[in-house]
């Protein structure tokens, strides 16, 4: 398998975490973009919604999106199942949506806030993004509650996006949200225990 990918993508980090989860990371070719935001950035080619991550399977067919990526990794996977089949799974994929729905809101910003002069950032929306993450962390940190530091797609994603936030923080103001510093110490564990979470930690590549 051939997977498009970035160092720094949360996406991209959900989708390798699942890989390594199963054990099946040794049969991904990674194929690294650079900055994916660019007019010209190479994913363009087999993926038409120009985004990392795409998988390309053995038999050539491209998988676009890392929702479809993960949950197909974790359908051919021999270890637990990280999409619930019992009844955990609603909770699960609530945080993941939480999760996801953190990044949506940053990732655009991130986008504009790297590629765009400064007198043409549009601050009342990043400011309104902010917002947004601020109260979507407090509901984050009680839905994962529940699971503890037990890992699923939804505690893995919301590892990714805390991570990622903290990571882009002069970008994203992450730590002006309230309540980060537990969700740090939180995500933190996870990377502890979780060799899955701990090995693709987000970085920039040289
Ligand atoms: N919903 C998509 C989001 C993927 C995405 O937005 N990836 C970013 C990198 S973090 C990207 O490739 N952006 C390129 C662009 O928006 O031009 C998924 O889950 O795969």
């Not at 510093?181 to 987000?202: G, V």
Request: charged share 20%; with cysteine.
């Amino acid at each position: 398998m051939k997977l498009w990918s970035s160092t720094t993508s949360p996406y991209v980090r959900k989708v390798r975490a699942a890989a390594a989860h199963h054990g099946l990371d040794g049969q991904i070719e990674l194929m690294k973009v650079g900055i994916s935001f660019l007019p010209d950035a190479p994913q363009n080619r087999d993926n038409p919604l120009g985004r990392v991550p795409a998988l390309q399977l053995d038999n050539g067919q491209w998988l676009y999106n890392s929702n479809v990526i993960a949950e197909y990794l974790d359908s051919i996977g021999k270890n637990s199942r990280l999409y619930p089949q019992d009844d955990s799974r609603w909770a699960a994929l609530n945080l993941h949506a939480l999760a996801e729905g953190m990044l949506e809101n940053t990732v655009a910003v991130i986008g504009e806030k790297m590629l765009r002069p400064e007198n043409e950032w549009w601050t009342a929306r990043h400011d309104q993004m902010h917002d947004r993450n601020c109260r979507t962390a407090a509901v984050l940190a009680e839905h994962l509650q529940p699971f503890g530091t037990a890992l699923n797609i939804g505690t893995l994603y919301a590892v990714c996006a805390v991570d990622f936030l903290l990571f882009r923080d002069k970008l994203t103001r992450a730590s002006d949200i309230p309540g980060i510093q537990a969700l740090k110490a939180w995500a933190e564990e996870m990377n502890a225990l979780h060799s899955c979470l701990a090995a693709t930690k987000p970085y920039v590549s040289q």
